[in-house]
T-cell receptor, first 114, second 114 residues
């Protein structure tokens, strides 16, 4: 069965600093990969997704992620964090060729200090 | 265009009571799903549907029933609530059933079972 690991439960960064959130997946082939963001008390919003092709994908709000097949990773990055980026971030995968059943990681809570 | 709507926003139940969580979408999406979110566990898939009249189980289906009589609605029923079902429930929909579609999430229903 596929699984997703987000090793960092909580990360604190200063506003203006760079950010990298880690995500590793376990799956026999290349799955569809997603990053979602959840602001407090809200639903989830898609930041970006990867299916194939260019391994560096751009998303909304200045986020990007890089797929590394050799490391089974799909890390999320942002060059300069804004206070409004404080939220919880979830990495998720879907098995290719199946229904859209997302398997989520446990999430990383981002705190931004001013 | 309201997107995905969920009612109620918050509910308190006593053990053994039944209730239905409502989910509706106005985007004519074929795929709909229910997730529960628990601290430290990310989101887990309860049930999903790839179209009207078709439903299937996800990762944690026990204690929940669903039906899909229309494209727009996908209610989740708790037949006999248990404290273990205290959680935040999210409904999602997607235009694609094969995995690569963006899933749009509702704002969630917070359920407390005493």
């Amino acid at each position: 069965a596929q699984s997703v690991t987000q090793p960092d439960i909580h990360i604190t960064v200063s506003e203006g600093a760079s950010l990298e959130l880690r995500c590793n997946y376990s799956y026999g082939a290349t799955p569809y990969l997603f990053w979602y963001v959840q602001s407090p008390g809200q639903g989830l919003q898609l930041l970006l997704k990867y299916f194939s092709g260019d391994t560096l994908v751009q998303g909304i709000k200045g986020f990007e992620a890089e797929f590394k097949r050799s490391q089974s990773s799909f890390n999320l990055r942002k060059p300069s964090v804004h206070w409004s980026d404080a939220a919880e971030y979830f990495c998720a995968v879907v098995s290719t060729g199946t229904a859209s059943k997302l398997t989520f990681g446990t999430g990383t809570r981002l705190q931004v200090t001013l | 265009n309201a997107g995905v709507t969920q009612t109620p926003k918050f509910q308190v139940l006593k053990t053994g009571q039944s209730m239905t969580l409502q989910c509706a979408q106005d985007m004519n999406h074929e795929y709909m799903s229910w997730y529960r979110q628990d601290p430290g566990m990310g989101l887990r898939l309860i049930h999903y549907s790839v179209g009207a009249g078709i439903t299937d189980q996800g990762e944690v289906p026990n204690g929940y029933n669903v039906s899909r009589s229309t494209t727009e609605d996908f209610p989740l029923r708790l037949l006999s609530a248990a404290p273990s079902q205290t959680s935040v429930y999210f409904c999602a929909s997607s235009s694609q059933t094969s995995g690569e579609g963006t899933q749009y999430f509702g704002p969630g229903t917070r359920l407390l079972v005493l």
